[in-house]
């Protein structure tokens, strides 16, 4: 079997392309989220912290330090940043939860419905009516 006949067999396997789908999905889900989170959540957020922005948040641990280009800055333990990308980790653990639990209870739900079993072949009826007409003659 060719490389290529092998590769193109493996990629088109539903569960690489659902990965995909996925993947691709749930970086633009990433993106929504940490716009709400930026945007939307984290200003009122730092409001009632007294105005503070999370992204401002950092300790100093050394200043006035040459930088590559011969800049002096400071060396900083950005904490806010840190606090921001939990808060995304967070509302999207949230939201892939609900989203799993959705589908969750939408299995069960299809799983608790009856099935209607399938319409009789023509075969067995054929053979039914055989049946029931050897069982109506008598002996």
């Not at 060719?2 to 749930?26: C, H, P, Q, W, Y």
């Not at 409001?47 to 040459?66: A, E, H, R, S, W």
């Amino acid at each position: 079997m060719s490389m290529t006949k092998e590769f193109k067999e493996f990629a088109m396997r539903g569960n690489v392309v659902d990965l995909a789908v996925g993947v691709v999905i749930g970086a633009a889900f990433g993106r929504i989220v940490s716009s709400l989170v930026d945007d939307i959540l984290m200003p009122p957020i730092g409001i009632m912290l007294g105005g503070v922005d999370f992204k401002d948040l950092k300790l100093v641990l050394k200043q006035g330090v040459l930088d590559a280009d011969g800049k002096l800055t400071d060396v900083t333990l950005n904490y806010g940043n840190f606090i921001q990308t939990l808060i995304d980790f967070l509302i999207i653990a949230v939201a892939i939860f609900m989203v799993v639990k959705l589908m969750n209870s939408l299995k069960r739900k299809k799983a608790a419905s009856p099935d209607i079993p399938p319409a009789p072949t023509k075969e067995e009826v054929l053979l039914t009516e055989i049946r029931d007409a050897l069982r109506s003659k008598p002996l």
